[in-house]
């Protein structure tokens, strides 16, 4: 860990740990995750070259004509995978509170391959529908992939981290999450020319579905802020070379609320902290297996208490939060 405000986790050391060693820096994890649920992994492994080529490659894309991008739009309102454009989403009615849509645009992509054997309409239809890829950059789909699954491979280790910081096997969650329905999504939020509306973010108030979201700011970027423990939104601030971590909702319902799912932003700094600039992100929502059930472990019941949560399956799950956040100018 650091001294920062904002906790820095050596991925790398603990992987290399003992079983000792492991335990007191998932005793680390756990308490973060009751307090925040937000954190930063460096030492991740993740090849740079990798992550150059992918930042080139969406920003590259971002800088076409809105024509253009538009051919990669996704298919209808609620289609999971492709372009979309600025105007077409608002995070804040997730939590039914009504915004002005979000400042931002983004491509959105998912599973690189579909499980052998899978043959449920709705997994099919949704999180393994077919990624709407555009025109161009060339090599934007093989950066992307590449990227996606070294993603995938980063997500899979941290869910160690996780059960570790449990109390459970290091390996309890590979079951879970050895075919995910996982979705990476580049975010461009665009230089501003005229203020925003009464009320208007880049990304309003929301808490992400799944398990884990690795989120990797533009350097120097500023605007993303989580509500703390003592109720006061706060800035997470990009930490170099390191990836910012957040759990989301399906880990709050399989702790039973021991952590904490934290509502975060993209606020619009003031214009003289660049508040109108341009800004990217990229964000991989890291989704459990279609099929796994989702419920309350048994290490975070007390003697005595009971499930706060009905046992839930992650893809139906996934699916009507997604829906909820489609404004009808989606498409």
């Known amino acids: 860990m650091s001294d920062h405000s904002f906790p820095i986790f050596d991925l790398g050391a603990f992987e290399a740990a003992d079983n000792n060693e492991k335990k007191r820096l998932g005793a680390e994890v756990d308490q973060i995750c009751r307090s925040t649920g937000f954190l930063a992994i460096a030492n991740h492994g993740v090849a740079e070259a990798a992550i150059a080529e992918v930042w080139k490659k ?19 309102p609620g289609y999971p995978y492709g372009y979309l454009g600025p105007g077409t989403e608002a995070l804040a009615k997730s939590r039914n509170v009504d915004t002005p849509p979000d400042l931002k645009e983004s491509f959105n992509g998912g599973p690189l391959s579909v499980p052998a054997g899978m043959s449920d309409p709705e997994a ?16 934007f789909a093989e ?5 996606y699954g070294a993603m995938e491979g980063l997500a899979a280790r941290i869910m160690r981290v996780f059960a ?19 979705a990476l999504r580049a975010l461009n939020y665009p230089e501003q020319h005229v203020p925003p509306q009464p009320g208007q973010l880049r990304a309003g108030a929301h808490t992400d579905y799944g398990s884990l ?14 509500i703390a423990p003592d109720g006061n939104w706060t800035p997470v601030p990009p930490v170099d070379g390191a990836f910012v971590i957040n759990i989301g909702d399906l880990m709050a319902l399989w702790t039973n609320d021991r952590w904490v799912s ?5 606020v619009n700094p003031p214009p003289e902290e660049g508040g109108m600039q341009r800004r990217q992100s990229l964000a ?22 009971e499930p706060k949560y009905a046992p839930v399956l992650s893809g139906p799950y996934l699916m009507g939060k997604f829906k909820s956040t489609v404004t009808a100018k989606a498409g």
């Open 213 to 226: 979201t690795i989120l990797l700011p533009q350097p120097g970027s500023k605007g993303l802020e989580i």
């Open 143 to 147: 950066a992307w992939k590449a990227y």
């Open 58 to 76: 969406t920003q590259a894309f971002f800088d076409l004509s809105p024509e253009v991008k538009q051919r990669a739009k996704t298919l209808y």
């Open 164 to 182: 570790t910081a449990l109390g459970l096997d290091e390996h309890f969650f590979d079951s879970y999450v050895d075919a995910p329905i996982s």
């Open 124 to 139: 099919l239809g949704f999180c393994y529908a077919a990624t709407i890829w555009p025109e161009g950059p060339d090599g």
């Open 284 to 305: 991989f929502f890291h989704q459990p297996n279609w099929f796994a059930e989702i419920a309350c472990l048994p290490s975070c019941l007390r003697q005595g208490e």
């Open 262 to 266: 934290t509502v975060h932003r993209v």
